[in-house]
């Protein structure tokens, strides 16, 4: 069929031209916000889930809905690594100079400048090459101590945004990657906002570790956000998923076929957006058979194998990768770690650091004290292709 309307949309973080089953939790999104735009109290969430589910997604739309809402929003992906008061230093400086252009919170807007310059003195950051050194309000997020002067910068902030009835709304994918101090003034600085019935709010996605990290940084978290599982899609959404913008190019699948994608694709919406691709790229017309699904099956396959697995297996060790292997031996998990150990061919002692690294990484996490379970869906099987040996 035209290569040129084929209506999936594989790749990582690419909104899919139907997107299916999460409405509800969008929807949550949309009544934070109007209860923080009317000054009402409201938890946002922070989204868990594997690889491929589509959190970064749903992260993108809520940035949507509070750009919508005229709310001042900044995104920030993290990353291993990352200096996380640079990053929302510089995130935050667009957000202040259009607040400080507005009469009802000149002053306010002025008085968070000096807040946000002396924060980035104070963890030496320079913004487009010029170092900014000044303090203008001496105690005011200029300790170098993120614990304090995160919720003096968030405050100053937010306090100016309340002077001009809109919010600001904080989004960051891949939460995970904070190191625990930060993610520490993180939640301390949204709780204090909360305190103050200031109008900022935090959304955020995350590895399926994630809510254990939160609660281990500060203990009243649940009180702040709820943290939705997003895993793979019901067979309804999942059905919707695929057929919808098939149907609206006028194209139709056969029931078998449909039922083929759901079941290689274990209804995970980034493999649903592979198969429904290369699908429609090897049906001749309409409808989309079993025999088109099955014979693009070797393609949709050697392309998450490039492009969605194998940059993962890369950044591994020979010995993490050794372990991962052990660790697709046993299927798709989770198991028991003392069992990966047994099959890697180790004392559990000598393999847990191995393990740790590996959930470090994201590459694993622990559902359960003393389990293991792969981050990414289907990667035992990726492991079994691309290690068929297991050395």
């Not at 589509?54 to 940035?63: A, H, P, S, W, Y």
């Not at 470090?360 to 996490?365: C, L, P, R, S, V």
Request: aromatic letters at 8%.
């Amino acid at each position: 069929m035209d290569a040129t309307l084929n209506p999936y949309a594989p790749g990582a973080g690419t909104p899919p031209p139907t997107l299916a089953g999460r409405d509800k939790l969008l929807e949550s999104a949309r009544i934070a916000l109007a209860r923080i735009r009317i000054g009402r109290p409201a938890k946002s969430f922070i989204a868990v889930g594997l690889r491929g589910v589509g959190k970064t997604v749903i992260m993108n739309e809520v940035q949507k809905i509070a750009e919508a809402e005229q709310f001042h929003s900044i995104y920030i992906e993290a990353y291993d690594e990352i200096r996380f008061p640079e990053v929302l230093a510089k995130a935050l400086r667009p957000i202040l100079l259009k607040l400080s252009r507005k009469e009802a919170a000149h002053h306010l807007a002025v008085r968070a400048w000096a807040g946000l310059r002396n924060f980035a003195s104070a963890f030496d950051i320079s913004f487009q090459g010029i170092d900014v050194s000044v303090k203008t309000e001496e105690g005011l997020a200029d300790t170098g101590d993120i614990t304090a002067d995160l919720p003096d910068l968030l405050v100053s902030i937010g306090e100016a945004a309340k002077a001009t009835a809109t919010a600001l709304t904080i989004i960051i994918d891949e939460v995970q990657y904070l190191s625990e101090l930060d993610m520490s003034a993180l939640i301390m600085a949204l709780h204090r906002c909360n305190q103050k019935s200031l109008p900022v709010v935090l959304f955020g996605a995350g590895l399926p570790q994630l809510r254990g990290r939160m609660g281990d940084a500060k203990s009243y978290v649940e009180r702040l956000f709820d943290f939705p599982e997003i895993d793979a899609l019901p067979d309804d959404d999942a059905r919707m998923a695929i057929e919808k913008p098939a149907n609206d190019e006028g194209v139709r699948y056969s029931a078998d076929a449909l039922a083929e994608i759901l079941r290689v694709t274990a209804c995970y919406p980034y493999f649903i957006q592979e198969w429904g691709h290369f699908a429609w790229a090897t049906a001749k017309s309409s409808p989309i058979t079993l025999q088109d699904v099955t014979r693009s099956h070797d393609a949709a396959i050697a392309k998450l194998d490039e492009s969605f697995f194998r940059v993962r297996l890369d950044r591994m060790t020979p010995t993490e990768r050794r372990y991962m292997r052990a660790l697709a031996d046993l299927g798709p998990g989770p198991h028991r770690s003392g069992d990966v150990a047994k099959v890697y061919g180790a004392p559990v002692t000598s393999a847990a650091p191995i393990r740790s690294g590996l959930i470090a990484k994201g590459m694993i996490y622990s559902p359960a004290h003393g389990d293991t379970a792969f981050t990414v869906p289907l990667f035992d099987e990726f492991m079994r292709r691309e290690m068929p040996d297991r050395k």
